[in-house]
């Protein structure tokens, strides 16, 4: 028996609806009734027009572009369901935002990771789902359970009958390697990495591949593609050091400014992402190919609701 003891319900804002539409049909559950607009002066509206007393509601927002918005938009919901007496507020959210900034690197910076924890907490939320955290110790800023899901296999699965045994997958930096490692085991594809290093102040970066990539296919991997600049620049230096065609893949697709441009000019073949953030249409080029994690993310919220281990997902 849940928790809520009375259903499930599932919502969304104005971040991506299309995903939440796909886990609501996976599910078999309607997505519910809620407006979220704007006042005259931008400040977010919401208005829930259904009962959420006594259910389990499941709030799919990524706090993806334009962030601000869609962030506001989400602990303003949240709010909504407290105040509306609701079972269990879960808010899942595919891409969690404000990530880079998980831990103080110099003086008098903050740590936005864990600012967007504390409000989160404070609007009301009793679980956080969401997928490939920028940094794993951001599941221990929050006083609320947090499962994490993991994009890795479901990348991994589209290149299953791409990659041949002598392909070879590629961390585009150091920070990456674990990530690599997962995803080539997934394939069983031994791993390189690429090494960038400055050999003294105002010299430009000196890229080095470290691993066997001279004539092969190779995959870089990453979490989150915001500009490209680093995913193809990392192409260029592997198509320099020989290897033979560079597809590269990446579950969260910011792609902002220069990156469809950059992605459309640059050595890689194909550039795989997931739907935890929407693509608009002029961001759809051939070269980039989509893949879904509706299913995953229904099953994890399946799991939830009817309290079952969701760690089931990663076996």
């Given at each position: 028996?849940?928790l ?32 979220v ?21 499941f ?21 909504g ?7 269990r ?19 008098r ?23 490939d ?99 193809t ?6 198509k320099?050091?020989g ?9 969260h697709p ?15 073949e ?12 002029e ?33």
């Amino acid at each position: 028996m849940n928790l809520s003891g009375r259903g499930i319900k599932v919502f969304t804002g104005n971040a991506n609806r299309e995903l939440a539409e796909k886990i609501c049909k996976e599910l078999g559950v309607t997505l519910g009734d809620c407006e979220v607009g704007a006042f005259s002066d931008g400040e977010i509206s919401v208005s829930i027009n259904e009962t959420v007393r006594g259910y389990d509601v499941f709030l799919i927002q990524p706090t993806c572009p334009p962030v601000n918005d869609t962030l506001m938009e989400t602990l303003i919901l949240i709010d909504g369901f407290k105040r509306a007496s609701a079972g269990r507020i879960n808010a899942v959210i595919p891409y969690y935002g404000y990530a880079r900034q998980d831990r103080k690197t110099k003086a008098r910076e903050p740590i936005t990771a864990k600012l967007i924890a504390d409000l989160l907490t404070k609007a009301g939320a009793d679980r956080v789902l969401s997928m490939d955290l920028h940094a794993g110790q951001i599941q221990g800023y929050f006083d609320i359970p947090v499962d994490h899901l993991l994009g890795v296999p479901i990348l991994a699965e589209y290149f299953k009958n791409i990659v041949d045994s002598e392909s070879v997958v590629v961390s585009p930096d150091l920070g990456g390697v674990t990530r690599a490692r997962s995803f080539a085991n997934h394939l069983d594809l031994p791993i390189a990495i690429i090494e960038k290093r400055r050999p003294k102040a105002n010299v430009s970066e000196v890229m080095n591949v470290i691993g066997d990539i001279e004539g092969k296919n190779v995959i870089l991997i990453d979490d989150i593609v915001d500009t490209a600049e680093t995913i193809t620049k990392a192409a260029s230096v592997l198509k320099k050091f020989g290897a033979l065609k560079v597809y590269a893949c990446a579950t969260h697709p910011i792609l902002s400014g220069p990156a469809i441009e950059r992605i459309e000019n640059s050595e890689i073949e194909k550039f795989i992402v997931t739907d935890t953030i929407p693509l608009s249409d002029e961001k759809k080029i051939d070269k980039i190919e989509v893949v879904s994690v509706a299913p995953l993310f229904a099953e994890a919220i399946n799991r939830i609701f009817k309290n079952e281990s969701v760690s089931k997902l990663f076996d």
